[in-house]
């Protein structure tokens, strides 16, 4: 091979390269889709604890007055959508997350050779937080809303009742199912706590009444 052939072969490969990343560079700018601002699936019902840093709480209801009455068999359906990421048998297999066996009042980010997330464990506080009743309903409502930065990539069960469901069917999931909640322990919603309107008006009106005995 002279040096003619050889700089012919050499020039074609330069411009097979230089094509190759105009290309690139202009099939880019013609289909660059602008990132969303907000992932479509998130969902921001943050549900603050009590005595949290303010923020909006959304009233949300609560499971606890529903589990007693809740139907196994339609959380057993329900759990289907959790079945592509939980095992939640006596097993313990972790797959995309946590095996779920006796979730209810297990430490948080407790279950062994599972590799959680950091915000999971810092939500946690060294295991020292269970998968109460309450803690589960917020998380299933909205994962992302109770544990910002998890990696449960799952948008949540908005229906109060499938909630229900699905925890009283994961509460069976245990050597020995944790005991109900006290339905009378559900914490009053947010939107109850309305009396302060009603209350004013006593300040005001009656007050021209107290003055009469003295006469
Ligand atoms: C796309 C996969 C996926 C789906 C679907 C999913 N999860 Fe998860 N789940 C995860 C991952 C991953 C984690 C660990 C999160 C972390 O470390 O931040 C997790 C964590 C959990 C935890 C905390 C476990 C622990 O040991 O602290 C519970 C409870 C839970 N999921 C319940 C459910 C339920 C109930 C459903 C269905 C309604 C569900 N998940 C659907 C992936 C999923």
Sequence with gaps: MDSFEFNK????????????????????????????????????????????????????????????????????????????????????????????WGIVNRPIAGHEGFAYSAPMKEFSQGGSVKWDYEHLDHFLLSPKGLVKGTAMGFAGLKKVQERADVIAYLRSKADSPEPLPDPAAAPAPENASAPAEGAAPAEGGAAPAEPAPAQ
């Design 9 to 100: 072969l050499v020039g074609a490969f330069l411009g097979a390269v230089f094509l190759v990343f105009s290309i690139s560079l202009i099939s880019d700018a013609i289909f660059a889709a602008p990132a969303p601002e907000k992932p479509g699936y998130a969902i921001e019902a943050t549900e603050e604890e009590a005595g949290g840093s303010g923020g909006e709480a959304p009233a949300q209801e609560s499971v606890i007055p529903l589990l007693a009455s809740a139907d196994l068999e339609k959380g057993a359906a329900v759990f289907k959508k959790c079945a592509a990421c939980h095992t939640d048998d006596a097993s313990g297999a972790n797959k995309v997350g946590p095996n779920l």
